[in-house]
């Protein structure tokens, strides 16, 4: 049902009534006297001004309302009255929708809900209600569906279509965005291209109804917040919704940019306006708190009282009017919505809306589609922003040897399958989870079915065959499950075994080279203090050779020099008996010849078999021929001397011959150490053994190191001892000591003093038979 057109100007300001169902308190005992009837042709409403019905007692009200005397009727036209059985979708249908309509078509559109609080305005403009095709829905989410099943309709047309949305409040004449709580007190600005605005006013680009439904509620929260915060705020703030839509159409004539705008404002409660009117102490006040609906009363009146067309509109007295300025008189198509309460006690606020209503009829307004190039620059901005980019990317692309391009392509493909494969892994991961939470679960709920005590065909659950199926096969999954833990936690065992074994064989290995090391070092000290001292030996040695060939060359000039002597003293000896140096020996027939000479002669014998001094020199014959006897006794000296001389030369040619073979042996073996090629291949192996063992252990090197320290274990068995050893045997065998005391003897010159000569020569006889034949 379509608004009756009056006329072809009030098409463009419409003044509709709702009148709202009276409230569960306004119900006296199921019956209601309203105060409002609305004509069947939805033009034409009546309100009943009873007189003093406030003292008609209950029962007699019936009575006192049918008496036309009681009342006197004010009578109004408005484009459409809608009574208390009309419904959302008809305020919407035959209303709103028009307002819808203008907006598409590029025209500023306004719905302004204005009338006392509690009279509906925010029910009919919002609806409480955000659940798609409810029937409690608003004029706003209406609005919104028909503006998107509209760019729906048109979608394979070539109309390009944007939608914003901004939600304001303006409160004690202050403007805060609702869907922006940062953005507090913004100021309204004009510019020729934009008109009257709100500065810094967020507006949110939606493409669907949900979107904007989530705007509304995310505002409504603001507000609802606002008004528990200030007591009564939503009735003393304004709500503006503001829906801007912006299209181009391509025609064959061009281009055609229109931008429509449709302002949904649900005004402060006006019964203020009334209060203030009334009494004149509050209006200050009054004009203070509610500042701006004086304001819209005082705009209104200017509109419609003005005589010339220029006459001043105060739409800078509040932040609503000027807001609303084009709404008011301007380029809108504007709807007014007069919100009445149907109650005998709303009577004056009816009657004061209504007459409100009605004077908002005769503002004229001067709505034109808004097809100025800049109002729809912004849609065009944004399309050639969008071909820009088109364009940009196109170019992009082509060039495939843009290498950072395709590089940064390439990343952010990788980065999104890597997304991918992460996020299906974690998907994966929550399914395993879950089927182990669900197994847990059935496994739980298993065990407490089994555990409660429930009777199944009068048995205990646990001796049914079927529970104790069950239960062993549990227990058989269970000790299967338990077997494959255990034999895991063996072989880590096992391992952690073979770990240790290896790490002991190390250390033992180490202990082993340690101590050949040590062994060798030993050795090596050993080695080189044999050398040195069969060094010092051999030293010793070929010097005692030395001296003993100086005696021998000594003794050889001192028989030579006693047989001068003989020689001078005419005596005469055996040339036999004189002893040749090379001659060691004394024959048989030597001897003979000594036993042949007068026994007084006969003084002294030497045996070469037995190795001894025979002695026979006869004392009387000494007595009896002194001088014979001197004689006798200085050949006898010379005799014993000579004999002396020639055993000692013979001892010490004994001594050199044994001493020259020891000096060879020493020799030798002194040759043998130093050939000795076994040190050099024991320090071969523990240099093998060293590299190996340096080295990750692995089979071939540790048998290396095994093989190694064997050869090393056989080269000390070989020699154990044996250097040492020999050198001890070489030591004993060298009477190094007693050698010396001998030589030492030997070498001692015989004294020249005859009185010490005897008991002298006993001393050394005796020695020398002790010391050399004993
Ligand atoms: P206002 O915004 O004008 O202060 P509300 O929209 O909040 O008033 O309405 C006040 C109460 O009246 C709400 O509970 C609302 O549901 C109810 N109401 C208002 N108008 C109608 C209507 N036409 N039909 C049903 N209930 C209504
Ligand atoms: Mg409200």
Redesign the pocket.
Same mark, same amino acid.
């Given at each position: 049902m379509k608004p009756r057109d009056k006329d072809g100007s009030n098409e463009n300001l419409r003044v509709v009534i709702?009148v709202?169902?009276p409230?569960a308190r306004e119900i006296k005992d199921g019956k209601f006297i309203s105060t409002v009837q609305a004509a069947p042709d939805h033009q034409q409403l009546c309100i009943f001004d009873y007189h003093a019905i406030e003292m008609v007692p209950d029962e007699d009200l019936e009575a006192f309302v049918q008496n036309p005397a009681n009342y006197t009727i004010h009578q109004f036209t408005f484009d459409y009255v809608y009574d208390?059985e %009309?419904t959302q979708v008809e305020v919407y249908e035959t209303t709103a929708a028009l307002s819808v309509d203008s907006t598409l078509q590029g025209y500023n559109s306004t719905i302004m809900a204005y009338?006392q609080?509690?009279?509906?305005?925010?029910?009919?403009m919002h609806g409480?209600s955000f659940t798609p095709n409810s029937d409690q829905l608003g004029i706003i989410p209406r609005s919104l569906h028909s503006i998107f099943t509209h760019i729906q309709m048109k979608s394979n047309s070539s109309t390009t279509f944007m939608v914003r949305a901004s939600y304001l409040q303006i409160y004690n004449e202050s403007i805060s965005d609702l869907l922006r709580p940062d953005h507090q007190q913004l100021n309204i600005r004009e510019d020729k291209k934009r008109g009257v605005f709100v500065e810094n006013l967020s507006e949110w680009a939606v493409r669907s109804p949900p979107e904007i439904y989530q705007l509304m509620r995310r505002g409504n929260a603001k507000r609802v917040t606002a008004s528990t915060r200030m007591n009564d705020t939503? %009735?003393r703030s304004h709500a503006v919704f503001i829906i801007t839509v912006e299209q181009i159409e391509e025609t064959i004539e061009g281009k055609r940019a229109r931008v429509g705008k449709l302002n949904l404002v649900?005004l402060a409660?006006s019964e203020r306006v009334r209060v203030t009117g009334a009494t004149g102490i509050r209006l200050e006040e009054s004009k203070k708190i509610n500042q701006s609906l004086s304001a819209l009363g005082n705009v209104i009146s200017a509109l419609t009282e003005a005589k010339q067309p220029k006459s001043h509109i105060p739409y800078r007295d509040s932040k609503i009017t000027r807001l609303l300025e084009d709404s008011l008189g301007g380029n809108c198509k504007t709807t007014f919505m007069a919100?009445i309460s149907p109650a005998i006690d709303a009577f004056n606020e009816s009657l004061s809306t209504l007459k409100f209503a009605n004077r908002a009829k005769n503002i004229k307004n001067t709505p034109m589609v808004n097809q100025d190039q800049d109002q729809g620059a912004l849609l065009r901005k944004y399309q050639l922003e969008i071909q820009k980019l088109k364009q940009e990317l196109d170019e992009r692309t082509k060039l495939p040897l843009d290498g950072n391009v395709s590089e940064l392509e390439r990343e952010r493909q990788k980065a999104l399958e890597d997304k991918q494969e992460v996020q299906s892994a974690y998907e994966q991961r929550s399914k395993d989870l879950d089927q182990e939470r669900q197994l847990r679960k059935q496994l739980e709920e298993k065990i407490s079915a089994l555990n409660s005590q429930m009777l199944v065909g009068g048995q205990k659950i646990e001796e049914t065959p079927q529970f104790q199926n069950a239960l062993e096969k549990q227990q058989k999954l269970i000790r299967e499950q338990y077997q494959e833990k255990l034999q895991e936690l063996e072989k880590e065992r096992q391992n952690i075994e073979e770990d240790k074994a290896q790490t002991d064989k190390y250390k033992q290995l180490l202990l082993k080279q340690r101590d050949i090391m040590i062994a060798l070092t030993n050795r090596l000290n050993e080695r080189d203090e044999t050398i040195l001292q069969l060094q010092e030996e051999l030293d010793a040695y070929e010097k005692l050779q030395k001296e003993l060939e100086d005696i021998i060359q000594t003794k050889q000039s001192r028989v030579e020099q006693l047989e001068d002597i003989i020689k001078q003293n005419n005596l005469e000896i055996p040339t036999n008996f004189v002893i040749n140096s090379n001659q060691t020996t004394i024959n048989t027939k030597q001897q003979l010849l000594l036993a042949e000479m007068p026994s007084s002669k006969m003084l002294l014998v030497a045996d070469p078999s037995s190795n001894s001094y025979i002695q026979t020199l006869p004392q009387q014959s000494i007595n009896h021929h002194p001088s014979e006897a001197v004689s006798q006794y200085e050949l006898k000296n010379q005799i014993e001397i000579n004999n002396k001389l020639q055993l000692d030369l013979k001892i010490s040619r004994m001594d050199q011959e044994r001493y020259k073979k020891e000096v060879t042996s020493l020799q030798n073996q002194v040759q043998k150490y130093e050939n000795d090629n076994t040190i050099d291949q024991a320090k071969k192996s523990v240099d093998i053994i060293l590299a190996q063992l340096t080295k990750p252990a692995n089979g071939n090197s540790l048998s290396m190191v095994a093989q190694e320290l064997q050869k090393l274990q056989i080269i000390l068995s070989e020699k154990e001892g044996s250097p040492k050893k020999q050198l001890q045997k070489i030591q004993y065998e060298s009477p190094n000591q007693k050698n010396q005391e001998i030589i030492s003897k030997l070498i001692s010159k015989p004294s020249k003093s005859s009185n010490q000569l005897i008991p002298q020569q006993k001393r050394v006889k005796q020695k020398l038979d002790d010391e050399l034949w004993s």
């Open positions: 709702r709202r169902p409230m208390q %009309s009338g609080t509690g009279t509906g305005k925010t029910y009919t409480f939503s %009735s649900d409660g919100m």
